[in-house]
């Protein structure tokens, strides 16, 4: 995608500008992000894909007080849900929210098509929300950048500006909603259908819904946390070290005191461990890795018997396409200028550049013309017996049928 040309999608900016202006620094309204748009799913289909066994799902009730009069503002339910929560509930002031809906509707993971002026690897999933009027998830921030596209109906959003990580929230809930939330006079917007809303991690923000079909749609990005980083990566160098690799002091000074833990022995720790960890071709190899590592891996389905890659080449080339299971990740990085590294759904595999590139670019077909590739029947069969290509999208024709 040219990074000059104005994006509808970015109210007119182009990528360039957004990247540089709002991207992890300012929200940005953009009305009519999509021209007459029309939500890929009803608020009764959302509902079905609840009702799922393996489908990510919440039910945000708002109450000023419990059945016994005690306050009990909110209440969290998570699912699988059935036909009979939904007609319990209230008229107003509840939320529905489903994880990962670009999973199993093959419109809603077009949209991710949208985003490709963002890297990939960054994208999470797609969340989608129900709410009738009233409904909300209460004042918040979320630790990651997210588009939020009204779908259907109005939302009302007010933000509150940049919050500190340690902001107080309400205890004792499963939610963490903002004890304080002081809404800026110009952050203060009602959706339509169509008109997005970007917000960059740490924004405090309020969603209430002002209609009976309000669905929002929202885009999230992932980013591993230092902590999350730190552990990760010292657990993939640490499978591969040595155990002879040791703290080590051949040299050292008599010491005046042997039950000190003095500077020297303290900087030889210090450099044992920074060494080990300033390696960066190791370190793209783990960050390759955990950007791809599929969110609900019980969804990828290894198959039973190993397919024959025969087979595999007869049928791409009678004209069958291969398709990347919904929810798979896949990146590359190049090794030379021939050789790269495919990272797909947490694991890396080294091959051919062009196929590498090829495989993990949504926008190419897998189909008979990868075969001119070096090694692409064998590459093929891996991917397809590993669960992370598969013939057609199964679990969507699945959820349609009891959705
Ligand atoms: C919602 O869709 O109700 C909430 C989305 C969000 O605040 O991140
Ligand atoms: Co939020």
Excluded at 107 to 116: C, D, G
Aim: hydrophobic share 40%; with cysteine.
């Amino acid at each position: 995608m040219p990074s000059h040309a104005p994006l509808t999608l970015l109210g007119g900016l182009t990528a360039s500008d957004f990247l540089r202006d709002h991207w992890q620094q300012k929200p940005l309204l953009i009305r009519g992000a999509f021209a007459e748009f029309e939500s890929p799913l009803s608020p009764d289909e959302l509902a079905g894909l609840a009702c799922e066994e393996n489908v990510e799902a919440r039910l945000v009730e708002e109450y000023g007080h419990d059945e016994k009069g005690t306050p009990c503002p909110w209440k969290v339910s998570h699912g699988p849900f059935n036909e009979d929560t939904f007609a319990h509930l209230p008229e107003r002031n509840w939320t529905l929210l489903v994880q990962a809906v670009d999973h199993y509707v093959p419109e809603v993971a077009e949209l991710l098509e949208q985003f490709s002026f963002l890297p990939r690897w960054r994208l999470d999933d797609i969340m989608m929300s129900y709410a009738p009027p009233g409904g909300s998830v209460g004042p918040h921030l979320d630790q990651y950048d997210v588009f939020l596209l009204q779908a259907s109906g109005q939302r009302r959003w007010q933000l509150g500006g940049k919050v500190s990580h340690d902001a107080p929230i309400i205890e004792g809930i499963d939610l963490r909603i903002l004890k304080r939330f002081n809404v800026s006079a110009d952050h203060d917007w009602v959706l339509e259908p169509g008109d997005m809303l970007y917000l960059p991690p740490g924004w405090a923000h309020h969603g209430v819904s002002q209609s009976d079909d309000c669905l929002t749609i929202s885009v999230g990005f992932r980013a591993p946390s230092a902590d999350e980083a730190v552990t990760s990566f010292a657990d993939y160098l640490g499978e591969q070290l040595p155990s002879s690799l040791r703290y080590s002091d051949a040299g050292m000074a008599v010491s005046s005191d042997t039950s000190e833990l003095d500077d020297a022995a303290v900087a030889r720790m210090r450099a044992l461990i920074l060494d080990t960890l300033d390696d960066p071709a190791q370190l793209a190899q783990w960050f390759g890795r955990v950007m791809t590592q599929t969110k609900y891996p019980d969804q990828l389905s290894p198959s039973d018997t190993p397919t024959d890659p025969a087979e595999l080449i007869s049928l791409l080339q009678e004209g069958d396409v291969l398709q990347r299971t919904p929810g798979s990740r896949f990146a590359w990085r190049a090794i030379d200028t021939q050789r790269a590294t495919l990272f797909v759904d947490g694991d890396g595999l080294i091959i051919h550049l062009p196929l590498a590139q090829a495989l993990a670019n949504p926008d190419t077909p897998l189909d008979h013309h990868l075969l001119a590739e070096d090694g692409a029947s064998e590459l093929l069969t891996h991917l397809l017996d590993a669960g992370s290509l598969c013939w057609h999208w199964e679990v969507q024709e699945d959820m349609a049928d009891n959705g």
